[in-house]
C-alpha cells in the first residue's frame, strides 16, 4: 500500500522554525522526484520546493527561498522540508508529493500556522 504522511506541521510565532517530514512507503522512493506543495485557504496549491531522486534541488519557490530547505533521506524514505524564519503567509496546508513519470502519490497534508 503506498502512503505518503506528513507530519510536522503545527503553531509557530512569526519568526520561528519548523521542519516537515513526509514518510514514505510502498513504493521504491529513491526513484522518485519529491516535492513540497502548499495551499492556503481561498489560494491555488503552489509549488514550494522539489528534490529529484538524485538529490539535486530543482526548485524553490521565490518566496521561500533563504529560508526553506529540502532535503531527503532514501535510506530513512522520508524528505523533510526545514521552514526558518517564519512569516504569516507561509500559513497553508502542506503537503508531500512523490513523482516519477505517470506515478503520482500525495500525502494528506499537514497544517502550518504563523501567527503571534
Known amino acids: 500500500q503506498v502512503q505518503l504522511v506528513e507530519s510536522g506541521g503545527g503553531l509557530v510565532q512569526p519568526g520561528g522554525s519548523l521542519r516537515l517530514s513526509c514518510a514514505a512507503s510502498?513504493?521504491?522512493?529513491?526513484?522518485?522526484?519529491v516535492s513540497w506543495y502548499r495551499q492556503a485557504p481561498g489560494k491555488e496549491r503552489e509549488l514550494v520546493a522539489r528534490i529529484r531522486s538524485t538529490g539535486v534541488i530543482s526548485n524553490y519557490l521565490e518566496s521561500v527561498k533563504g529560508r526553506f530547505t529540502i532535503s531527503r533521506d532514501n535510506a530513512k524514505t522520508t524528505a523533510y522540508l526545514q521552514m526558518n524564519s517564519l512569516k504569516p503567509e507561509d500559513t497553508a496546508v502542506y503537503y508531500c508529493?512523490?513523482?516519477?513519470?505517470?506515478?503520482?502519490?500525495w500525502g494528506q497534508g499537514t497544517q502550518v500556522t504563523v501567527s503571534s
Open positions: 508529493n512523490a513523482k516519477l513519470s505517470w506515478s503520482d502519490f
Open positions: 510502498g513504493f521504491a522512493f529513491s526513484n522518485y522526484a
